[in-house]
């Protein structure tokens, strides 16, 4: 078996770890990233592609902790959308600058004040009535309409443009084993993408693979408490004729509906996640959609479903689960002496994550190799995904 040799191994190549993939590169840190299936192909490319600024949160008087902690991220982002941030991310395509965010509930306390005081903030405005749009106005919500400062992004563009930097570094395979050292890994026996095995060794390890992080915490000995499933069935509207980004709230601290559109050819796909996609989690395929329509024509009336077409996208959203048996609301790493588990927890947490990681005394304390890097650029490379949109689906007319 071959040997191959970085000073970090980063395992999954999500949006976390090519992030912190990149940040280690500016250290001047050799690194290589392992992928077991596509760049970003478990929840990054599933995501909706939202920099979340924790306006919905805590509408309802909860989750007021997330709310907080989401405040300060997307300026880091959009530091780097516009080329003065961290990274150059440049080149990812920007989808919508705001999202609108209203109620159907006749009674929903505290919606209103909340939203008052969001926009004396600075981070709503609510939206006069001659400007709403015709969807909007055909069903006019109960109170006022208001424009959410937060951005949504393509994704795929996004995990484009942080693959591209670490190219000849991102490699296509599975881990077979873990090679235990005192505390932490020596080195993870690796079945690559084209049958052959390898042995990667290095002075630090970092674990950013969703689900794969629970076979990393198991290795490491965290334990099988110590990460936690919760899966959403996405639901997909194809044939759109206009795009729309938007949350439909309710009393419910998970919005009725959360409303983001993708290109499609000549039309447009509507990806729908809240509460459509946790309560589709329990439901089968054909029972998510036909609940989804009956959602859907209620909150739009005046659009033409019947001339839509219907798919869902299962997620396997892999989280950690911290002492307490919760889910922490801000992005958490575990260390077990060189070697790291890391979540985001939410796409927008990615920059701090990775911020964290090099923080850590398991990466801060790598000594300086004396053997130069492997190559790894003719191992099989890893390249990106597809989005749901995008994949073969069984589409159907309602």
């Given at each position: 078996?071959?040997?191959?040799?970085?000073?970090?191994?980063?395992?999954?190549?999500g949006v976390a770890g090519l992030w912190t993939a990149n940040r280690l590169?500016?250290?001047?840190?050799?690194?290589?990233?392992?992928?077991?299936?596509?760049?970003?192909?478990?929840?990054?490319?599933?995501?909706?592609?939202?920099?979340?600024?924790?306006?919905?949160?805590?509408i309802d008087g909860a989750k007021r902790e997330i709310a907080h902690q989401?405040?300060?991220?997307?300026?880091?982002?959009?530091?780097?959308?516009?080329?003065?941030?961290?990274?150059?991310?440049?080149?990812?395509?920007?989808?919508?600058?705001?999202?609108?965010?209203?109620?159907?509930?006749?009674?929903?306390?505290?919606?209103?004040?909340?939203?008052?005081?969001?926009?004396?903030?600075?981070?709503?405005?609510?939206?006069?009535?001659?400007?709403?749009?015709?969807?909007?106005?055909?069903?006019?919500?109960?109170?006022?309409?208001?424009?959410?400062?937060?951005?949504?992004?393509?994704?795929?563009?996004?995990?484009?443009?942080?693959?591209?930097?670490?190219?000849?570094?991102?490699?296509?395979?599975?881990?077979?084993?873990?090679?235990?050292?005192?505390?932490?890994?020596?080195?993870?026996?690796?079945?690559?993408?084209?049958?052959?095995?390898?042995?990667?060794?290095?002075?630090?390890?970092?674990?950013?693979?969703?689900?794969?992080?629970?076979?990393?915490?198991?290795?490491?000995?965290?334990?099988?408490?110590?990460?936690?499933?919760?899966?959403?069935?996405?639901?997909?509207?194809?044939?759109?004729?206009?795009?729309?980004?938007?949350?439909?709230?309710?009393?419910?601290?998970?919005?009725?509906?959360?409303?983001?559109?993708?290109?499609?050819?000549?039309?447009?796909?509507?990806y729908l996640g809240g509460e459509i996609a946790e309560k589709g989690a329990?439901?089968?395929?054909?029972?998510?959609?036909?609940?989804?329509?009956?959602?859907?024509?209620?909150?739009?009336?005046?659009?033409?479903?019947?001339?839509?077409?219907?798919?869902?996208?299962?997620?396997?959203?892999?989280?950690?689960?911290?002492?307490?048996?919760?889910?922490?609301?801000?992005?958490?790493?575990?260390?077990?002496?060189?070697?790291?588990?890391?979540?985001?927890?939410?796409?927008?947490?990615?920059?701090?994550?990775?911020?964290?990681?090099?923080?850590?005394?398991?990466?801060?304390?790598?000594?300086?190799?004396?053997?130069?890097?492997?190559?790894?650029?003719?191992?099989?490379?890893?390249?990106?995904?597809?989005?749901?949109?995008?994949?073969?689906?069984?589409?159907?007319?309602?």
């Amino acid at each position: 078996m071959n040997s191959y040799h970085c000073d970090v191994v980063v395992v999954g190549g999500g949006v976390a770890g090519l992030w912190t993939a990149n940040r280690l590169v500016q250290q001047g840190r050799s690194v290589v990233v392992l992928e077991a299936k596509a760049l970003g192909g478990g929840q990054t490319l599933a995501s909706q592609g939202i920099l979340h600024g924790g306006v919905k949160y805590g509408i309802d008087g909860a989750k007021r902790e997330i709310a907080h902690q989401l405040r300060d991220l997307p300026p880091r982002w959009l530091a780097c959308l516009g080329g003065q941030g961290e990274l150059d991310l440049k080149s990812v395509r920007v989808l919508a600058r705001e999202q609108l965010l209203w109620s159907r509930d006749r009674i929903l306390g505290g919606f209103a004040s909340a939203m008052a005081r969001k926009a004396m903030q600075g981070v709503v405005e609510e939206v006069p009535k001659n400007h709403w749009p015709e969807v909007i106005r055909s069903s006019p919500p109960t109170g006022s309409l208001y424009a959410v400062q937060e951005v949504v992004l393509d994704i795929l563009s996004v995990v484009t443009a942080l693959s591209k930097p670490l190219h000849g570094k991102l490699i296509a395979g599975d881990i077979h084993q873990f090679i235990p050292r005192e505390s932490g890994l020596a080195a993870l026996e690796v079945a690559l993408a084209n049958g052959a095995q390898i042995r990667l060794e290095a002075e630090a390890f970092v674990f950013t693979a969703g689900t794969g992080n629970e076979r990393a915490a198991e290795a490491l000995g965290f334990g099988s408490t110590a990460t936690q499933r919760r899966p959403l069935r996405m639901v997909m509207a194809r044939g759109m004729n206009f795009p729309f980004y938007g949350h439909c709230v309710t009393a419910s601290p998970k919005p009725r509906a959360t409303i983001t559109s993708h290109p499609s050819d000549d039309s447009w796909v509507w990806y729908l996640g809240g509460e459509i996609a946790e309560k589709g989690a329990a439901l089968n395929p054909s029972e998510t959609i036909e609940r989804t329509a009956k959602e859907m024509r209620a909150i739009f009336p005046s659009v033409g479903w019947h001339t839509v077409e219907w798919a869902c996208h299962a997620v396997d959203r892999a989280e950690p689960r911290d002492s307490d048996g919760r889910l922490p609301p801000e992005p958490y790493v575990m260390a077990r002496g060189n070697t790291l588990v890391a979540w985001p927890a939410k796409l927008v947490y990615a920059p701090l994550l990775a911020t964290r990681i090099l923080a850590s005394p398991s990466l801060m304390n790598i000594s300086s190799k004396t053997l130069p890097p492997s190559d790894f650029s003719k191992l099989p490379q890893a390249s990106p995904g597809c989005p749901p949109w995008l994949l073969p689906q069984a589409w159907t007319r309602l």
